[in-house]
Structure formats: C-alpha cells, structure tokens
C-alpha cells in the first residue's frame, strides 16, 4: 500500500487524491472538530444537524455513509463513531482502524484518505505502527492518505521507514 500525507486544513484534504474520506467523530464533540469540523463547514452544517437529530451520534461501533453531492472532492466520507473522548484508548482505536479499513475494503475504495482515531490522544508512533499492522489485512486499500501536521508527519514517515527496514530484513531473512 502507497502511504502519503496531508495537512489537517481542508484545501490540503481536498488536493488529497481519494475516492473516499474516513473520519472518526467522539460521542462528547459538539460541533465536530478537526477535519470533521472543517468537512462541517463546507457542507453548510450537515454532520451538526445529523448529530443534533441523533442520526450520527458518535457512538464507539457507528458508521454512517454521506453522500458529498460534488461539495467535496471525495465520493463518499464515512463518519466512525469513536465513543466518549475520555474512554478512548489504543485498543478501541485498533477495533475502529480495523473497521474504517474494512468499510473502505468493502466498498472497494483503493485510494482513500483516513484522519486516524485519537490522533491528538494516543502516541502517533503507537497509532501509526498499529495502521500498518491493521493495514495488511486489506491488502486490496492501494493507496492511503494520512491527515496529519508537518510535525507528525515527520514522526510517522520515520515510523513507516522503519517498519519497511523491518519487512525488508525479515523477508532477507526468509529467502536464505
């Protein structure tokens, strides 16, 4: 799978390119923030007003599927309840990983863009070494495009080479 990185401002999500969007929203967020936020804005106020008429409520275990109608540069967004911030931990951000992949396999969006869950909570290396491990399950997700600030993605490119060195040095390994 090819991994690249944009910035969380929503004219550097939009260049992303994608045919999906995945993003997780917490239960105890309102308005939506981060990307969601922006996304929020664009639509003219649509994932509030789901929220408010409980139809998207945050929920650990929730998806919802929205159309963009050509407001967004992505076909679908996926919404992925990730449960009251507070409760939120890297084992309930493996089990929403592993479900926003398995949405996106499902699908059959190839290339897609993902804000990983927890992101400003959990330790990005944590998060990022779980994606790749997470990731090979669905070896049909070609392209992935991370929502990250320059900081971060400076952390995660080193995570992602050093997961590579690995694969490389334990595949060297085999054929001997």
């Known amino acids: 799978m090819d991994l690249h990185f944009r910035l969380p401002e929503l004219h550097d999500v939009e260049h992303a390119r994608g045919e999906a969007l995945s993003l997780g929203i917490y239960a105890d967020d309102r308005p939506p923030r981060g990307v969601a936020g922006l996304l929020d804005w664009r639509l003219?106020?649509?994932l509030s007003r789901l929220m408010k008429r409980d139809v998207f409520?945050?929920?650990?275990?929730?998806?919802?599927?929205?159309?963009?109608?050509?407001?967004?540069?992505?076909?679908?967004?996926?919404?992925h309840g990730l449960g009251e911030r507070a409760a939120f931990e890297l084992e309930t951000s493996e089990d929403?990983?592993?479900?926003?992949?398995?949405?996106?396999?499902?699908?059959?969006?190839?290339?897609s863009v993902l804000e990983l869950p927890g992101r400003l909570k959990l330790?990005?290396?944590?998060?990022?070494?779980?994606?790749?491990?997470?990731?090979?399950?669905?070896?049909?997700?070609?392209?992935?495009?991370?929502?990250?600030?320059?900081?971060?993605?400076?952390?995660?490119?080193?995570?992602?080479?050093?997961e590579r060195?690995?694969?490389?040095?334990?595949?060297?390994?085999?054929d001997d």
């Open 123 to 162: 330790a990005r290396h944590e998060a990022m070494s779980q994606l790749l491990r997470i990731s090979d399950s669905y070896p049909e997700l070609d392209e992935l495009t991370l929502v990250e600030t320059a900081d971060a993605q400076r952390l995660l490119t080193g995570v992602v080479e050093g």
């Open 57 to 79: 409520r945050g929920e650990l275990g929730e998806c919802v599927l929205l159309p963009t109608d050509g407001r967004l540069a992505f076909e679908k967004l996926f919404l």
């Open 165 to 174: 060195r690995r694969a490389r040095a334990l595949a060297t390994r085999l």
């Open 44 to 46: 003219c106020g649509r």
């Open 96 to 111: 929403v990983v592993d479900t926003m992949l398995r949405t996106l396999a499902h699908v059959g969006a190839r290339s």
